[in-house]
């Protein structure tokens, strides 16, 4: 499953800096995102957990850094692993470009699903993971772009529900995962 | 008179409507999943996500935590309880290398759905949430899943232990020691080099197989005053019995099995032994308490039922004018772990390349076959056993061959097809009785070849592209022990014990264990036959170890052949007998032909006012057993066994039309005919569907399912929505005839028949797409036949052409 798209993102770079150094807005901008914690400079975890169809998965993420180029762009590895679930396998290739008041965000992801959430088949995960990366990508830019919201959010408590989606769309989460905290340490 | 034949003639070919129908489409059938023990605990089985990796832990306590949990067993206890499934019992008599394994996984996982561990608990859905929360730490290994990647230096090693992934090899021509073979070689290669017509090929049958509408299924009670009572989806119940003694070491006399009487189809893929019966039975022992698995149809599309999966680089040396003269074949045969017992896996591809040659008569033939083990799940024999592969690989490569001489690929089959059984082929295949010209010229009765050629060509001036398709072959009607006993360490005769009972019943006892073939009616048809009774007054039990005489199980169409026969064979014993102690009570001296059975009633023909009903002369044989004449004894029931001498066949014939439209690759089956060898036949309309299902499957496999695997050993289709089924909305008419010979080795002139029959379809439907689309000079060398595939070949035919 290979995705690529490109978000301007209603921010000035700096600001949207700001935000993704916040693990909170990450959280918060990753449907049924947990936790992220960093365990090294280059090494991450996350974990998500999603009612998707027949399956209760709960995914633990890592993520692995790697072919860094601040800010022109970055590769990264990612592998979320739910068990009887299944798992996931991320590679994304990421670039951003400042464009005065807004931001370029481009990405690439290629995915190999594994395990009870492979067998769903690639219909449905392309159409999930584009609906799921629009999602985050929404919640994300509504955080960052609202003055004050990256502050807020980082003493909110979380109200981001685990939403009921397609369990074929789980390893988006993981790719969002990956996207977002390689995002973060990038510009950190 | 001939009261005999009369009766005989009522119910031997009688189009009798199924006995088992009834309960059947009323909802009163009874299946695995509807026995139901007090107390019974479910058990829900962890299968490995990775195709290939080292398990470094195992984590139940989260599982073991859950309420209504009783257990959760892993292979490391497995592997400390009970043998490995590499017991003698299990082990074909071929030189194989055969993996051990235990009933779990142990150390690492080898392909997509390997069983790691089972939770056992008081309710089935306790149980699969429970699964949920056992965690398994994988470290990955390398994947192969490619069987020539697989056999390539170097590649990852399925089984640690092995230096390599052949499992198997074998040449299956030119004599038994290496110099022959290689005499032989040299003597193929000499024909090739002459030969005016050389056609070389190289044909990919994809992995399919079978999907048994009733899943796996085992249930296993323990006591200490019985043992072991297993209830076992199975085809084979007393080999399953063995198998259980050997791996969990219980005395025989302590374990029972008990193939449920109604099963929901096995067509092969309830004919080998399985991990899940020892699991099931060994925490049955252990817990002391009933324990039962159903497999789900995920599991079931994981595990079971692939099979196929095949290279074949066929070649053909011929003569101009259209005779053949070699067949070399290398198979290349994918067979994943390996890891099935009485089969393992190889078995199948084995027979395929024996049956290679087909009905053709061959000068010589070099035919060689390698199989490797690959992280894939193991072949399961699945109906077509083995030969699916190569009788599309042969019956293209003879339409192929067909086009480069410029003759009618019909009339080349004809000139070719041995003309007189019993014959033996290249391979060794023993044919034993039949006339392939006679099925072979019925079937071109139905089709006016001449004008089918003129409207083709008629059609095509119009841009429709018609196509014809023959294809045919023979398959083994039962398998005899010559066969069995290399093949599957098992006898090949078949058994069966007949009990009159003192009311003028009949109760016959069989150990094989049919799946929905209608053993219950041809059986009664047949004894209703021999005792002039009515076949309502008959009741056959099957399946039950603690019932029945020993046999080696329903494979390989046994019933027309062997299962019959032995019920036969008892039937003429205790016929003997009835009309030994007649005659005594008559007072006169007659052999038992001079008595007719008919009507209920046992006959003196001399003297048709002396009779007995039926009744009364077995209640007192069995009730009333004085004044019987010297030296008989009372009772009425005998066992018998049967056999043939050698190995029976049967034989097959098709032809179909179609229309393929080029700017689509779709295509209609226009007409879909057929000829069949099926010797006498007991039920018309059960061989009537024997062959309906048969072609369906064929078609469906060709066409539809696909078990798709990623090059990461990801399987992909575990679900009725990615591996398809043929519906009957997509299979057309089929117009089925018959151009029977009596087999002389059974008693009654019956063949086996139906095991094989799905292998000619493919051949036939592809013969016809590329009849239809020989204007683009396609050959199709690869199954399924996709419209997609097709289209994408004739595009770029098309280019070629401009």
Redesign the interface.
Known sequence: MELKDEIRIQAPRAQVYAALNDPEILRQSIPGCESLQKNSDTEFEATVTSKVGPL?AKLRGAVTLADLDPPAGYTLAGEGKG?????AKVKARVALDDEGATTLLRYEVKA?V???L??L?GAIIDRTARKLAGEFFQQFETLVSVPGAAEEATVAAPTHAPRAASTAAVWYFIAAVALALAAWILLS | MDITVQDSKRWMGARLERKEDLRLVTGQGKYLADIVLPGMLHAVF??S??AHARITGIDVAAARALPGVVDVITGDEIRTRVKSMRQPVVLPNLPAKYPDYHALAVDKVKF?GDPVAVVIARDKYVAEDA??L???DYEELPVVVDAEQALAPGAPRVHDEEADNEMFAMTFTGGATADEQMRNEAEVQRIFDTAEVVVSNRFRVHRTGITPMEPRGVLCDWSLADGLTAWITTQRPHIDRLALIDILEIPGERVRVIAPRDQGGGFGVKAPFYRENVVIAYAARKLGKPVRWIETR?ESLMNVGQERDQINDVEIAATKDGRLLALRNRGIANNGTGQTGVYWGFVMPFLGQVEMPNVYTWEKGDIKLRVATTNKACLTPSRAFGHFPTRFAIERSIDIVARRCGLEPADLRRRNMVPKLPYTTITGEYFDSGDFLKVWDSLLRQIDLPAFRREQVAARAHGRYLGIGFACGAELSGVASELLVPMENQPGYGAATVRVDPRGKVLIFGGDAPGGQGHETTVAQVVASIFGIDPSDTLVTTGDTGATPFGAGTIGARAGSYFVSAVHKACAELKEKITHVLAHDLGVRATTEEFAFTNGDVIYLRDPSRRKTFREIVERIIMFPVNLPEGEVGGLEATAFFEAAKPMICFNADFCIVEVRPETGEFTIKRWATSEDVGNVINQNIVDGQMHGAIVQGLSNAIFEEFIY?D?G??????F??YKLATAADVPDIELSYASTPCPHTPLGTRGIGEGRPSSVPGALCNAICDALSPFGIEVTELPLRPSTLWAQIRDAQARQH
């Open positions: 209760t068990g009887p679930a299944g798992f190999e594994g395990g009870k492979g067998q088949g | 962890v299968r996500e990775y997509h699964a949920e056992v965690v398994v995920y990623t990461e990801q399987q992909l289709t575990a679900d929505e990615h």
